[in-house]
Nanobody, 115 residues
């Protein structure tokens, strides 16, 4: 069973920063792509950033230049560094991976950007 556990959410002011972490229990974490998604109230869940097993990244246009996804295979952890936060970044952020065409999600962590 794959478990994804997010942490690092909270309240930030506009222009501020937060770093999210996602730890997985899977011992072969390094061979799977990982991603961060977010869902605001009343909206669909959207991709924020993804990173392949080789470290190739891609981002939603709305976060390019502000967010950075990275992974530490030795710690089975993927990170999302969020800078220059905006109120529209407010959402529940979910960690995601796909193994053998099955999707796995974390429980989500709330990020609120407000003055």
């Amino acid at each position: 069973q794959v478990q994804l556990v997010e942490s690092g959410g909270g309240l930030a002011q506009p222009g501020g920063s937060l770093r999210l972490s996602c730890v997985t229990s899977r011992s072969i974490f390094s061979i799977y792509p990982m991603g961060w998604y977010r869902q605001a109230p009343g909206k669909q869940r959207d991709m924020v950033a993804r990173i392949s097993s080789s470290g190739r990244t891609n981002y939603a246009d709305s976060v390019k230049g502000r967010f950075t996804i990275s992974r530490d295979n030795a710690k089975n952890t993927v990170y999302l560094q969020m800078n220059s936060l905006k109120p529209e970044d407010t959402a529940v952020y979910y960690c995601h991976t796909q193994i053998s065409v099955r999707d796995y999600w974390g429980q989500g962590t709330q990020v609120t950007v407000s003055s």
